[in-house]
């Protein structure tokens, strides 16, 4: 199955696709550190600042990010069927060059790195919570 990225803009559209999709992106924003909330993605897919690629039993959730000498495809969150996500990567990293992204990143659990054999790990995210220090 060739998955292209459906790229969502017209609220009424969005808003169904996110109803239909929320339960996967909710469960791999579980894992984000609690860095957003629900609303917050929300947004940044409704102004365009992030993007829904709606899929049939699974969702991602992307960013382009501008660096200073880079331009970069970020998949911040994934969730759903594990197939369907990795045939969806692809075509995502297709898109991606096509828009003129450099290179693809994924913020994600440590498990991606067994299933995303081309990518390269560059770092890792630690976090400590300093809320109750």
Not at 88 to 93: D, F, N, T
Not at 116 to 125: C, E, F, G, N, P
């Amino acid at each position: 199955m060739h998955y292209s990225p459906t790229l969502l803009s017209a609220e009424d559209r969005l808003t169904d696709q996110w109803r239909r999709c929320h339960k996967w992106i909710s469960e791999a924003l579980e894992y984000s550190g609690g860095t957003h909330s629900m609303d917050d993605v929300f947004g940044a897919v409704a102004v365009g600042d992030a993007q829904l690629h709606p899929l049939e039993k699974s969702a991602i959730i992307t960013e382009v990010v501008d660096y200073p000498r880079l331009t970069v495809c970020r998949i911040w969150l994934a969730g759903g069927d594990l197939d369907e996500l990795m045939q969806a990567e692809k075509s995502i990293a297709v898109w991606a060059k096509n828009l003129g992204c450099d290179a693809m990143e994924i913020n994600g659990r440590m498990g991606w790195k067994r299933q995303l054999k081309d990518y390269t790990a560059t770092s890792v995210i630690l976090t400590k919570d300093l809320r109750n220090e």
